[in-house]
């Protein structure tokens, strides 16, 4: 194989994971100014973003890929790590991928997702950098947090991370851990998500 | 079927780079504020920047099992911004530099361990390859690398490795006014060679001062070649080198050792350690014609 061959085999990899974490990503509205993102979590139009996108807004609503508007409902939110959950009336918006961010490892290929100064869709991509940990002002006192390379702007918080296969492995929030970008390990997200639909109720003891 | 894409198989590869590299990439504690890194040269040799060993004692540095070792200087060169650092006991997985030299365009890893947290990388691409250029220490860097990899705090001492894990250059932030450039790998190792050896590099030393000027047209057919300057000497240190060899105020000096010099960089890169102690031909223009003069090439102190 020659190199354009592969070079091409590869950029053509990188847009089939682009197009298919774009079908589950969304743009969250405050109902005041600016925008967030958010990406669809569960089946039934349950949606994850970051606290600070929805925080002190009223009347929720949320953009899906297809550009249809529908208001959403808050159904919980733990600002230490950042995170709320909303559920908007949409039930075939497909979840994304979530893949299991315990097994990560410095050096892998990621691409943030999301709207960057309200620009719909906008890719970035760069490597996981560091798997470290950042002090948050609350009963955890530090979570471990996902910080990689990859360009963050305004309007990319709440959005997705993800890894090579397009499988969701963080939330990227800009609030905590400093200047730069971090994101939100998915299975701390996941965890939030189980709790918050009561999804440990179901497990028989 | 996503997972044998070949975006995935290219992001293992660089996880399996990092890993490589990340065993010879050390956290090297030698200064007040953040930690930085260095690079295993040898099983108890650690190379890092000049910049970031503030202090010759009390120097630790830290293994990527989480060990703590203590370190002395074995060796710095503060114009190249290096420093060859010496662990009590052989313990470091040594770092394999890359075979053939870097090229523009080639994905490159930046590395570095400024922190107990582990290896840290981030991704870039070979941007630039120039040189010589003048330091912001005084030296003189034959070739340098410069990439839009991102320097993290702390990286300075790290490697910069291609994507099989292989040294590509040593990066530093100390050589162009906080820019981060890397020394490629042979120079690098060329010079820890070196401070391994003798603790410091060996220059040469010559004795002049001296001011570039134009070289005539007619001096230029003289000389049997095109040569748009050369450097006037203004001043011969008395017992230097120089004097003893004969080289007299007002020569012109247009090569040393068969290679042309037209600026004070260029005579400045000619005076590397393998001349010292030897007889060198040095051309001049003395009153306008060409003139070998021979001159022991003594050693800067």
Not at chain 1, 168 to 189: C, E, F, Q, R, Y
Not at chain 2, 102 to 108: F, P
């Amino acid at each position: 194989m020659n190199a354009f061959d592969l070079t091409n085999w590869i950029a053509d990899a990188q847009v089939e994971v682009v197009q298919r974490i774009q079908r589950s990503l969304v743009m969250v509205h405050n109902g005041r100014r600016g925008a967030g993102s958010g990406v669809a979590w569960r089946p039934g139009g349950y949606l994850v973003t970051n606290y600070h996108v929805i925080a002190h807004g009223r009347r929720h609503h949320v953009t899906l890929p297809e550009g249809q508007d529908l208001p959403a409902r808050l159904v919980a939110q733990e600002p230490e790590i950042d995170l709320a959950l909303l559920q908007v009336e949409a039930p075939h918006l497909p979840p994304a991928l979530v893949t299991d961010s315990r097994g990560l490892r410095v050096g892998q290929i990621v691409m943030a997702v999301g709207h960057p100064w309200g620009q719909r869709g906008v890719v970035t991509g760069g490597i996981i950098s560091g798997l470290s940990s950042a002090q948050t002002q609350g009963k955890r006192g530090s979570v471990p947090v996902i910080r990689s390379d990859v360009v963050l702007a305004p309007g990319n918080s709440g959005g997705p991370l993800v890894n090579a296969i397009g499988g969701v492995i963080g939330i990227n929030t800009m609030i905590i851990g400093g200047d730069l970008g971090v994101a939100i390990p998915s299975h701390l997200v996941d965890l939030f998500v189980s709790e918050a639909l009561g999804e440990r109720m179901e497990v028989a003891v | 079927m996503m997972e044998q894409n070949p975006l995935n198989a290219l992001s293992e590869a660089m996880v399996a780079a990092v890993e490589t590299a990340g065993a010879a990439t050390l956290l090297v504690n030698a200064r007040r504020r953040l930690p930085a890194s260095g690079i295993a040269y040898a099983p108890d040799l650690v190379l890092t920047a000049d910049h970031v060993v503030e202090r010759d004692d009390e120097i630790t540095v830290m293994l990527p099992d989480g060990s703590e070792k203590a370190a002395g200087v074995a060796g710095r060169d503060p114009g190249n911004d290096l420093a060859l650092l010496r662990l009590g006991s052989p313990a470091a997985s040594v770092a394999m530099p890359a075979p053939q030299d870097a090229r523009v365009g080639q994905l490159v890893l930046a590395l570095g361990r400024p922190s107990a947290e582990g290896i840290q990388a981030s991704l870039g691409v070979i941007s630039a390859i120039g040189g010589p250029v003048r330091t912001g220490r005084g030296g003189l860097l034959e070739r340098y690398l410069r990439t839009d990899a991102i320097p993290y705090p702390g990286f300075s001492g790290g490697p910069l490795v291609d994507t099989a894990g292989r040294i590509v250059g040593l990066n530093t932030s100390g050589l162009a006014r906080g820019a981060s450039l890397a020394i490629p790998v042979s120079l690098a190792w060329q010079i820890a060679q070196a401070l391994e050896k003798h603790g410091h590099i060996q220059r040469g030393f010559l004795g002049v001062r001296s001011q570039p000027v134009p070289i005539s047209p007619a001096q230029q057919s003289a000389l049997g070649r095109q040569q748009a300057s050369g450097l006037l000497l203004v001043g011969v240190e008395s017992g230097s080198p120089a004097e003893g060899g004969g080289l007299l105020v007002g020569d012109i000096i247009v090569a040393i050792a068969g290679q042309p010099v037209a600026d004070p960089d260029e005579l400045l890169a000619s005076l590397t350690g393998e001349v010292v102690g030897k007889a060198t031909p040095i051309q001049v223009l003395r009153g306008g014609s060409p003139a070998t003069i021979t001159v022991t090439i003594g050693a800067r102190r």
